[in-house]
């Protein structure tokens, strides 16, 4: 037997790294002892400590406090630059996307610049009791009007568009992945296959 095929029939997976990490602590452990020439002792503290960090778990726990608050380092983001292969054939698609993005953003910053005159012009005259004119009214509310459906329809544009793009890259995604499993599922049963 090699010992890669010891290997493959231990089938030591993720779920076992916290076991095997204590496992390897203890043997260590247990090593030392030995050089010493020490007697074994089983500790208080012994089978309660991480296997991770080594720190005392609590009595009725089997999560280590501490490496629960240990944060993991952020994904760094220069992995989504890999799936530009798949996102490469949609550039057009990707490119008006972005553009309806920023006319969206530009439409919804209408609104708030067309209440500073509505405010200034109407509001605050009506309220001091000064006649106010109601076509001025009429075409500010108007203008309110027309820049909020032409932000709606133009994020609806913008939600249409990259959806359909996402589903696109998704399923090119899929097929490369399906094919790639595919093939190489062929490749290791044909490498293992029993000699006659």
Not at 42 to 68: F, H, I, K, M, N
Request: proline share 5%; glycine share 4%; aromatic share 8%.
């Amino acid at each position: 037997m090699t010992a890669r095929s010891a290997w493959a029939c231990g089938r030591i997976t993720l779920s076992h790294q916290t076991a095997v990490l204590g496992l390897m602590q203890q043997f260590e452990r247990q090593r030392e002892r030995l050089l010493r020439n020490e007697a074994y002792q089983v500790a208080e503290d012994e089978r309660s400590l991480c296997p991770v960090c080594g720190s005392v778990l609590p009595p009725d726990s089997e999560e280590c406090p501490a490496c629960a608050r240990q944060q993991n380092a952020p994904t760094s983001s220069w992995v989504l630059l890999r799936l530009w292969r798949f996102a490469k054939t949609y550039k057009m698609q990707l490119l008006l996307g972005f553009v309806l993005t920023l006319c969206t953003t530009a439409a919804q910053l209408v609104a708030p610049y067309l209440t500073i005159p509505l405010m200034d012009k109407i509001l605050i005259p009506f309220q001091n009791g000064e006649k106010i004119d109601a076509g001025l009214v009429r075409f500010y509310l108007g203008a309110l009007l027309v820049s909020a459906l032409i932000a709606w329809l133009l994020g609806w544009a913008r939600t249409f568009v990259l959806a359909r793009v996402s589903e696109r890259i998704g399923a090119n995604l899929r097929t490369t992945t399906y094919n790639t499993c595919s093939s190489s599922r062929s490749i290791f049963t044909a490498a293992n296959a029993p000699v006659t």
